[in-house]
């Protein structure tokens, strides 16, 4: 067995035995211990939250006082003590308003570990993904409190500079990281960004570009 299969069923197993959906898990919990993102009583957004593994971290950090809100496309079955779920596409012009109404305001911090089906065809994958965190980068504007953070997911690839410049107009603070539940010889990055600045942060994802864009 290879090294990087080894630690893929390690984490797979810590995860059946510590009761997660998804080894991912582990990947915030890694980054959450060095950067203390994720505290109690916050409003956590978590964008590609399927099967639910983050959701669960969240819920067990913020505890009872704390709110976490889930979208995916696909229907998360969770039972996790204050957690929300919405089934809904991230460029649906609707989400930001019913993320709002879920969490009941602004969250503190918005999470993002968005992946589209894979194509084989790695530079349309990388695209996509980089379209999906603009559009997570975009949605902070209405969503994460002055001040706020996020945790994302990047596919390293041609795109990754815009995106990367898109993550440093939003907030003071980017970092990039590798956990250790990440496979190393995936080319998935995390990024912890703190200090959200508030208002504009001159992103334009896709999907904004046609909300503003009246059909003809
Ligand atoms: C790697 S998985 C997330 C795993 C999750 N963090 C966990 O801990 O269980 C990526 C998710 O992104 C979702 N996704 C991809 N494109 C999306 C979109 N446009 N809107 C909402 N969710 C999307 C997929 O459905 C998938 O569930």
Not at 50 to 70: D, E, I, Y
Not at 120 to 132: I, K
Not at 137 to 158: T, V, W
Request: a positive charge; proline letters at 4%; glycine letters at 10%.
């Amino acid at each position: 067995m290879r090294l990087h299969e080894a630690r893929r069923d390690l984490y797979r197993r810590l995860a059946r035995e510590q009761g997660f959906k998804s080894r991912a898990a582990f990947k915030l919990i890694e980054a959450n211990e060095k950067y203390g993102f994720i505290q109690e009583g916050d409003a956590v957004v978590d964008f590609g939250a399927a099967p639910g593994g983050w959701l669960q971290v969240c819920s067990r950090v913020v505890g009872p006082s704390g709110r976490v809100v889930g979208v995916d496309l696909h229907e998360i079955r969770l039972k996790e003590r204050g957690v929300v779920t919405l089934t809904m596409d991230v460029n649906d012009p609707r989400v930001a308003d019913k993320v709002l109404q879920a969490a009941g305001g602004k969250a503190d911090v918005v999470l993002s570990d968005l992946a589209p089906s894979v194509s084989g065809v790695w530079e349309l994958d990388q695209t996509r993904q980089a379209d999906l965190t603009l559009r997570v980068i975009e949605l902070a504007g209405p969503l994460l409190k002055d001040g706020g953070s996020a945790f994302m997911k990047l596919f390293e690839g041609e795109r990754s500079p815009e995106v990367r410049d898109a993550m440093r107009r939003g907030f003071e603070t980017v970092r990039a990281v590798k956990p250790a539940a990440s496979r190393s010889a995936s080319s998935e990055l995390y990024y912890y960004c703190g200090g959200w600045r508030g208002g504009l942060s001159g992103v334009s994802s896709k999907a904004a570009l046609s909300e503003a864009t009246p059909s003809l």
